[in-house]
T-cell receptor, first 111, second 115 residues
Framework: QKEVEQDPGPLSVPEGAIVSLNCTYSNSAFQYFMWYRQYSRKGPELLMYTYSSGNKEDGRFTAQVDKSSKYISLFIRDSQPSDSATYLCAMSKSSGDKLTFGTGTRLAVRP | GAGVSQTPSNKVTEKGKYVELRCDPISGHTALYWYRQSLGQGPEFLIYFQGTGAADDSGLPNDRFFAVRPEGSVSTLKIQRTERGDSAVYLC?????????????FGPGTRLTVL
């Protein structure tokens, strides 16, 4: 079983929808949680960075971490066709440590 | 400023050959990471440098894989006796030591195809 589980999708939504992306993990040592966006044939780009449990909001994006449930989420409000990409969750045990990624969820936002 | 650059962007080689993949990190970034991403999967950690030394090489799959960073900047990932299973996108990331920017910035990757 992988340390980080993520539904690979694909997920298709209409423009303007609220998107919910999720990951679960098994290792309670993870303290830092990230969401990356990856366009086709590009490197991952950091969207959200959270330490420990709680919520963080940045524009249309909200990240939530529930360490008690070992569950993290990314919400995208008012989704746009330009949000169409693969979304990767990632986590690490300490600052600057190697990242452990989920498999990524492919998202398509239909105009 | 310039981001992380990786060369070549694509590399096609034959089984059994030797390849070198290069990573130029963001100027001033002391930490450098290599990951490998297979089709439909998330990146998997290979090795991490802090300065010139490998701080963690636990992700290297076997002794055919080796990486160096002799001057603490550019890094080269070397793969000997390539196998078809080595085909993947090899990603490099760099990070500043400043806590406020504790983010790994990724390059575009090198797509390696072993025939």
């Amino acid at each position: 079983q992988k340390e980080v589980e993520q539904d690979p999708g694909p997920l298709s939504v209409p423009e303007g929808a609220i998107v919910s992306l999720n990951c679960t993990y098994s290792n309670s040592a993870f303290q830092y949680f990230m969401w990356y966006r990856q366009y086709s044939r590009k490197g991952p780009e950091l969207l959200m960075y959270t330490y420990s449990s709680g919520n963080k909001e940045d524009g249309r994006f909200t990240a939530q971490v529930d360490k008690s449930s070992k569950y993290i989420s990314l919400f995208i409000r008012d989704s746009q066709p330009s949000d169409s990409a693969t979304y990767l969750c990632a986590m690490s045990k300490s600052s600057g440590d190697k990242l452990t990624f989920g498999t990524g969820t492919r998202l398509a936002v239909r105009p | 400023g310039a981001g992380v650059s990786q060369t070549p962007s694509n590399k096609v080689t034959e089984k059994g050959k030797y390849v070198e993949l290069r990573c130029d990190p963001i100027s001033g970034h002391t930490a450098l990471y290599w990951y490998r991403q297979s089709l439909g999967q998330g990146p998997e950690f290979l090795i991490y440098f802090q300065g010139t030394g490998a701080a963690d090489d636990s992700g290297l799959p076997n002794d055919r894989f080796f990486a160096v960073r002799p001057e603490g900047s550019v890094s080269t990932l070397k793969i000997q006796r390539t196998e078809r299973g080595d085909s993947a996108v090899y990603l490099c990331a760099s990070r500043s030591r400043m806590v406020s920017t504790d983010t790994q910035y990724f390059g575009p990757g090198t797509r390696l195809t072993v025939l």
